[in-house]
């Protein structure tokens, strides 16, 4: 309701407005896309206009409307019904998502070694749901904790430091 009522506000049409997607009929100028974007941010809500983030966005609604929202058990695995429900193959999927992880996990890299956030807070500003889940994506990616990552770069530090 929360989008379609900025939507309206803007005097914009739509065909459609489902959790994380809204079909506009006509094509918004940029000015009427900011002001959009702005609406709807003081919401708490994000537009994205990147196709792969966007991507990502229908695997996340997918998995969570499968797991939150659907009693019935799967009648097929997981990467099919996948495949199925966004009409992309399961593999092009998985490496979208694992790259979109990577570049999230960089990002979290930079901010561990400019040691201005602690873990807590990096975890709430880069979107993870909770401190281990981000240790865990970390872990994954990197093979180390973010707290063993940050102290291998202090300790490069004071080596640099004793030259």
């Known amino acids: 309701m929360l989008v ?30 900011n002001e959009l974007n702005i ?7 994000e537009l994205l206009d990147d196709k792969k983030a966007i991507l990502i966005e229908k695997i996340k609604i997918v998995i969570i409307e499968l797991v939150h929202y659907s009693e ?19 593999t092009y999927l998985a490496n979208q998502f ?5 570049i999230k996990i960089e ?9 201005e956030l602690n873990i807590s807070e ?11 889940h981000l240790s865990n994506q970390f872990r994954k ?3 180390l904790s973010p707290s063993s990552f940050r102290k ?12």
């Open 107 to 115: 990002r979290v890299k930079e901010l561990l070694v400019y040691d």
């Open 98 to 102: 694992s790259e979109s992880q990577g």
């Open 152 to 163: 291998i770069k202090d300790k490069k530090m004071n080596m640099l430091e004793d030259i």
């Open 141 to 143: 990616i990197t093979g």
């Open 4 to 33: 379609k009522s900025e939507l309206e506000k803007l005097g914009l049409h739509y065909k459609t407005v489902e959790l994380g997607e809204a079909e506009i009929i006509e094509n918004i100028s940029s000015a009427k896309w």
């Open 72 to 90: 019935e058990l799967l009648k097929v695995n997981f990467s099919d019904y996948l495949s199925q429900k966004l009409l992309y193959d399961y």
């Open 39 to 45: 609406a709807l941010k003081k919401t708490g809500i």
């Open 122 to 132: 990096i975890a709430w500003k880069m979107g993870y749901s909770s401190v281990p």
